[in-house]
């Protein structure tokens, strides 16, 4: 499921459900909703919800999306892209079409298989 990624992909959350939120800093929407998907989450596991948020950035400039979670405190480190011009072609590979937009959420079972795939409306 993961795109070649310039770190470890993460391992599969066994104790539920992965949401991957596929963001960029140049992005509006993706940048508007990080904050609520950050508060969401942190409500769920209050509620002790098994759903982990996990961010993808899909950023050519990978340091500009470091530097932007750093400048926001609270806000969960993101996954970086290996080739951002490579996006099209994992989203291909996930069901929607290569020019899908952004932010692009996805879900992942227990075992890491893909469950749900949805571009920005």
């Not at 996990?54 to 950023?59: A, G, I, N, R």
Request: hydrophobic content about 45%; some cysteine; charged content about 20%.
């Amino acid at each position: 499921m993961w795109p070649e990624l310039t770190g470890a992909a993460p391992q599969p959350n066994a104790a539920g459900y992965r949401w991957v939120n596929v963001w960029a800093t140049w992005c509006k929407p993706c940048v508007e909703e990080l904050p609520l998907l950050t508060r969401t989450f942190d409500d769920w596991k209050k509620q002790g919800q098994q759903v982990t948020l996990t961010l993808l950035s899909v950023d050519a400039d990978a340091e500009a999306a470091k530097k932007f979670i750093a400048d926001r405190p609270g806000t969960p480190a993101s996954l970086q892209l290996r080739d951002a011009a490579k996006a099209g072609d994992w989203l291909t590979e996930v069901g929607l079409a290569s020019g899908a937009a952004i932010p692009v959420h996805t879900v992942l079972d227990a075992n890491g298989r893909l469950v749900c795939a949805r571009p920005a409306a």
